[in-house]
């Protein structure tokens, strides 16, 4: 099976999104760039520079299915039931949005009501060998402390947002996670591209 990646784009003070659930400035650097490149699903292109570009290209060939919570597809609309990344979704919930499910028959959504490994677990299995990743916040936290992860990537953004609703990790139940030292740091602009490995408990 592939890797289980927590992955973020987070603020300089470890927001992923603000109160509002908006992203103020966090997404600018999808749009500052000379290369423009379509995003899986073609529902829009981003612009990157040469060396986001190429990080960015690695990270989506590489995802096979994305773990998230209900707050974010609640948030998005569930994508209109087609994610951007166009791979399958696995979703964290207590209750299937029944409404939603028979409003996007041919969504390629899976709603999970038995918790975040039971989620992962499937998400591996749509994967195959591909890259499970997960979003950050709530579903983060317990993937990282029930020993689920292998990498923590994070696209960092230097702004300082002051507050947010949504911390990558929020608080952690057992105190400090130490991880390894970065293997990718790539530097774009307004962003730098970080990926920490994770020792598996």
């Known amino acids: 099976m592939g890797k289980v990646v927590a992955q973020a784009i987070m603020s300089l003070d470890g927001y992923v999104a603000k109160q509002d659930n908006s992203i103020g400035r966090l997404f600018d650097w999808l749009q500052n760039g000379e290369v423009e490149l379509p995003t899986p699903a073609g529902d829009f292109a981003v612009h990157l520079t040469p060396a986001s570009s190429d990080h960015w290209q690695q990270w989506v060939s590489s995802v096979g299915a994305l773990v998230c919570g209900r707050t974010l597809f609640d948030a998005t609309g569930g994508w209109q039931g087609r994610h951007s990344m166009d791979v399958p979704i696995v979703v964290v919930t207590h209750q299937v949005p029944a409404d939603w499910v028979d409003a996007h028959p041919e969504a390629p959504f899976t709603f999970v009501t038995d918790g975040v490994a039971a989620a992962v677990a499937h998400a591996q299995t749509l994967a195959g060998d591909r890259v499970v990743a997960v979003t950050g916040g709530t579903i983060a936290r317990q993937c990282l402390e029930l020993g ?54």
């Open 148 to 201: 689920l992860l292998d990498e923590v990537a994070v696209d960092l953004v230097p702004v300082v947002m002051g507050e947010g609703n949504r911390p990558f990790f929020g608080t952690l139940s057992a105190g400090d996670v130490m991880l390894g030292n970065p293997t990718v740091c790539v530097q774009g602009d307004r962003v730098t591209h970080l990926v920490f490995p994770v020792a598996r408990s």
